[in-house]
T-cell receptor, first 114, second 114 residues
Framework: AQSVTQPDIHITVSEGASLELRCNYSYGATPYLFWYVQSPGQGLQLLLKYFSGDTLVQGIKGFEAEFKRSQSSFNLRKPSVHWSDAAEYFCAVGGMDSSYKLIFGSGTRLLVRP | SQTIHQWPATLVQPVGSPLSLECTVEGTSNPNLYWYRQAAGRGLQLLFYSVGIGQISSEVPQNLSASRPQDRQFILSSKKLLLSDSGFYLC?????????????FGDGTRLSIL
């Protein structure tokens, strides 16, 4: 069965420090992978997506993610975190059927220390 | 450009009352449409999706129903709300027929059941 695991429920980093949020997926074929960010009380905003090609993808707000097929991972990174990055981050995997459904991980809440 | 609107933004309803949440998309035609629920501190659960007018697929059996009376209108309903229906409801759309497109989310409706 398709699934997405985000093993870290909460992560706290200091402002200016680097960040890596982990995501592992289980999918029978080549997955489409996404990272979304959600500020409190808001909808989800797309940070970046991977479909094919270069396994290191760049997104908005200075984020990047690397697809590693051998590890079934799609970790999100940022070299220097800003206080405004405090939010909840969701990894999602999607398939190629006509529904284009997404399966989401349970999310990682990022707290930023000043 | 495409936009998605959800209303109301917040709603407080008594147990046993009916529900109608509306979602509309502008700037695109024949989108795939999705309803998700996000319980407090939890990830996103797909409730319904639609690939066309009048076509509804239910992902989980529950007290809710969905309808798509027009191409860009998606409605989430209930005849009698339960306490367990509380949560944050998100609508999303996606272009059909294009593989490399993500889902785009509305700002959500916070539903509290008393």
């Amino acid at each position: 069965a398709q699934s997405v695991t985000q093993p870290d429920i909460h992560i706290t980093v200091s402002e200016g420090a680097s960040l890596e949020l982990r995501c592992n997926y289980s999918y029978g074929a080549t997955p489409y992978l996404f990272w979304y960010v959600q500020s409190p009380g808001q909808g989800l905003q797309l940070l970046l997506k991977y479909f094919s090609g270069d396994t290191l993808v760049q997104g908005i707000k200075g984020f990047e993610a690397e697809f590693k097929r051998s590890q079934s991972s799609f970790n999100l990174r940022k070299p220097s975190v800003h206080w405004s990055d405090a939010a909840e981050y969701f990894c999602a995997v999607g398939g190629m059927d006509s529904s284009y459904k997404l399966i989401f991980g349970s999310g990682t809440r990022l707290l930023v220390r000043p | 450009s495409q936009t998605i609107h959800q209303w109301p933004a917040t709603l407080v309803q008594p147990v046993g009352s009916p529900l109608s949440l509306e979602c509309t998309v502008e700037g695109t035609s024949n989108p795939n449409l999705y309803w998700y629920r996000q319980a407090a501190g939890r990830g996103l659960q797909l409730l319904f999706y639609s690939v066309g007018i009048g076509q509804i697929s239910s992902e989980v059996p529950q007290n809710l129903s969905a309808s798509r009376p027009q191409d860009r209108q998606f409605i989430l309903s209930s005849k009698k709300l339960l306490l367990s229906d509380s949560g944050f409801y998100l609508c999303a759309w996606r272009s059909q027929g294009t593989l490399n497109q993500p889902q785009h989310f509305g700002d959500g409706t916070r539903l509290s059941i008393l």
